[in-house]
Every structure is written in structure tokens, then in C-alpha cells.
């Protein structure tokens, strides 16, 4: 199979008071902004404060990529392959949360429970739903 390249342009970038790597659980316990380009404003329409977002960003500020890491960086956890961890150390630096919306303020989307540093630049929003959960095999035939 071919290996194929896309270029994504980013919609914004996070504000946030994280500039460097935090602990996940600490950094999910603040407020952040998604703070769009103007041109992608009206997007956010019908968009409401209690809202689940899930933010696609970059994880720009990672050197290099790693595909067996201990699990939320801790050396006392044995080695896991990347797919199976949240690790920030990807082939592809795409960094995924779900969010909850607290307000929204013409291009500015104040959320709470990103774990994204500063300046992360932002790929897109999409609203979470019942469609992010995968639906039950069937049963195996007798």
C-alpha cells in the first residue's frame, strides 16, 4: 500500500497558561480558549455553553517520535506500544481531548479540560455524540 501525505492548514490556536508539559490530569483542570481565525467564526454556529467538543490539534512541540513508551511517562510502568497509551509521542504529532464548551465569544471558545500547551496550533472541533462510541459486536453465531 502506498504511503500518502496530506498538508492541513490549521483553523486557530489554544490560549493557555501551559507552555510546557504538564501532567495531563493538572492540565484538564483549568479553563483554556480555542481562539479561531476570524474566517472560521461562523462555524461555531449553533455551537452552546455545556456542549462536549472533541479538539484535533498538533502537537507541535514534539522532538521525536516514539512507538513504545511508559504509560503517562512513568518509568515504573512497563513499556507500552504508543496506539495503546494517550502519549504525546506519535508518528503523526495529532493530539486529540474532549472538552467541555463554558462560553463562546465571536471567535473564541473558552472550554474546560484541555490538555494542550499554549500556541498548539488547532486542526478542528467536532461536537461529540453518541456516534464516538463504538457500536456492540454481535453475537458470535451458536
Known amino acids: 500500500m502506498e504511503r500518502k501525505e496530506w498538508t492541513f492548514r490549521a483553523i486557530g490556536y ?3 497558561r501551559f507552555t510546557e508539559w504538564t501532567e495531563a490530569d493538572v492540565m484538564r483542570q483549568e479553563e483554556s480558549e480555542l ?3 476570524p474566517e472560521f467564526t ?3 454556529e449553533g455551537l452552546q455553553p455545556g456542549d462536549i467538543l472533541m479538539v484535533l490539534y498538533v502537537l507541535d512541540r514534539v522532538k521525536e517520535p516514539r512507538l513504545k513508551v ?11 506500544g504508543v496506539f495503546a497509551t494517550r502519549s504525546q509521542y506519535r508518528p503523526n504529532p495529532i493530539g486529540l481531548t474532549g472538552v467541555r464548551v463554558l462560553a463562546i465569544e465571536g471567535n473564541v471558545v473558552r472550554v474546560w479540560g ?7 496550533p488547532i486542526l478542528d472541533l467536532k461536537i461529540a455524540s453518541d456516534l464516538d462510541r463504538p457500536p456492540d459486536p454481535p453475537e458470535p453465531a451458536p
Open 70 to 80: 511508559h504509560p503517562r511517562g512513568d518509568p515504573t510502568k512497563p513499556m507500552k
Open 42 to 44: 461562523e462555524g461555531l
Open 35 to 37: 481562539v479561531l481565525d
Open 14 to 16: 489554544v490560549r493557555s
Open 114 to 120: 484541555l490538555d494542550a500547551l499554549d500556541g498548539s
